[in-house]
Structures are given as C-alpha cells and as structure tokens.
C-alpha cells in the first residue's frame, strides 16, 4: 500500500467550476508536502511546498491546505480552465528515509467546455 | 533560464540491449535526481547527486542500473542489460537545495523507455 493515497482518481468538471483534490498520507515524520501538476508528456511542475507546521499555500487559483494532525491535505482549483486539464499529484518528503519523496499516484483532472 | 533537458525524449530497445539516457540540469543546481513511472504507478525515487557524489541511490533496482555524474554537470543513467521490466518513464529532477529544505524540484519532461 502507497504512503500517498489520492482520490479521486479521476475527475471530470466544467469550465468554469472549482473542484478539490484530496490526498491521505502516512509518512510521519515528513519535513514538507508538495503539490505538482503534470501534463501529458510532460514532466511535473511545482505548485505548491508546504512545510509540516503550514496550514494553506495558495498559487494564483490553486490553493493547498494541509492537516499534520489528521495527515490530509487537499488541492481545490478555482474557476477552473481548459489547461487546467493535467495530472496532479501529491508528494511528501519522508524524514525517516533521508527525505526522499513519496509519490501519490495522481488524480487526472479533465476540464471540459 | 532553461529548464532540465533529457535526452532522448524516447527509446526503444530490444531485451538484452543497453540505453544510456541523459539528464542537463539547471545550470548551478548541484543538486540531481532520477525517477521511475513504471505502467500504472507512481514515480519513485532512484537515486540523488550532489555535485558528482552519489548522496543516496537507494531506489536504484538492481546493479543493471549505472549513473554517472561526471564534474557534476550533466548525468547519464545507463541500463545494461535492458529487462522487460524497465519500461518506464524516467524522470531527472534539480534543484538549488535538497528536498528537505523545501526546494522547489525542477523536472525535466522524461524519457520513455520502452523495452521488447
């Protein structure tokens, strides 16, 4: 079983509409927990970084939270857009194993007019 | 500031065969990093260079798996004898810290490795 379990698994939504991303962790302890969008063929990019005493990270429409307590931490993108359409994946650095990061396997979000 | 570049884009080789993939990293991040998406899973860590030195390579599968970082500009990551099994997408990542300081990771776009 992953340390980073994302749900959905895939998401259909209109133009237009917001939406929200959840991902569960186990990895304890971790030093930060990121946020990536991915489009096809193409590597992922950074979205959002939060450390493990943050609460919210927001980057133009894409806002982050975070509870350390409850290991959750949600991804909701306002008004979506077309080019919203990607892969988003959610990934925790793992302080026990040197910092490496654990990959969610992603929720392929498909935005549609 | 250009981005990190892999090359090739895509491979396919026979079993049996080697592959040699290539990874430019922003230019000043000692920094670099391989990853593995096999079919249907989740991109997991093969190993980590600061500079020219192997920091971590602990996701390296099996010792068919060499990289190289020499002068600690770009790496290579070569796959001798290619398996089945290896088929992926083969990510390089840098960055100007180390993840646990909450760098961003810059990766490139991948390589699709495809083995038959």
């Known amino acids: 079983k992953n340390q980073v379990e994302q749900s959905p698994q895939s998401l259909i939504i209109l133009e237009g509409k917001n939406c929200t991303l959840q991902c569960n962790y186990t990895v304890s302890p971790f030093s930060n927990l990121r946020w990536y969008k991915q489009d096809t063929g193409r590597g992922p990019v950074s979205l959002t970084i939060?450390?493990?005493?943050?609460n919210t990270k927001s980057n133009g429409r894409y806002t982050a939270t975070l509870d350390a307590d409850t290991k959750q931490s949600s991804l909701h993108i306002t008004a979506s857009q077309l080019s919203d359409s990607a892969s988003y994946i959610c990934?925790?650095?793992?302080?026990?194993?040197?910092?490496?990061?654990?990959f969610g396997a992603g929720t392929i979000l498909r935005v549609k007019s | 500031e250009a981005g990190v570049t892999q090359f090739p884009s895509h491979s396919v080789i026979e079993k049996g065969q080697t592959v040699t993939l290539r990874c430019d990293p922003i230019?000043?991040?000692?920094?670099l990093y391989w990853y593995r998406r096999v079919m249907g899973k989740e991109i997991k860590f093969l190993l980590h260079f600061v500079k020219e030195s192997k920091q971590d390579e602990s996701g390296m599968p099996n010792n068919r798996f060499l990289a190289e970082r020499t002068g600690g500009t770009y790496s290579t990551l070569k796959v001798q004898p290619a398996e089945l099994e290896d088929s992926g997408v083969y990510f390089c990542?840098?960055?100007?810290?180390?993840?646990?300081?909450?760098?961003?990771?810059?990766f490139g776009n991948g390589t699709r490795l495809t083995v038959t």
């Open positions: 230019s000043g991040h000692d920094n």
């Open positions: 939060m450390t493990f005493s943050e």
């Open positions: 990934v925790v650095s793992d302080m026990e194993y040197g910092n490496k990061l654990v």
């Open positions: 990542a840098s960055s100007q810290g180390w993840t646990s300081m909450n760098s961003p990771l810059h």
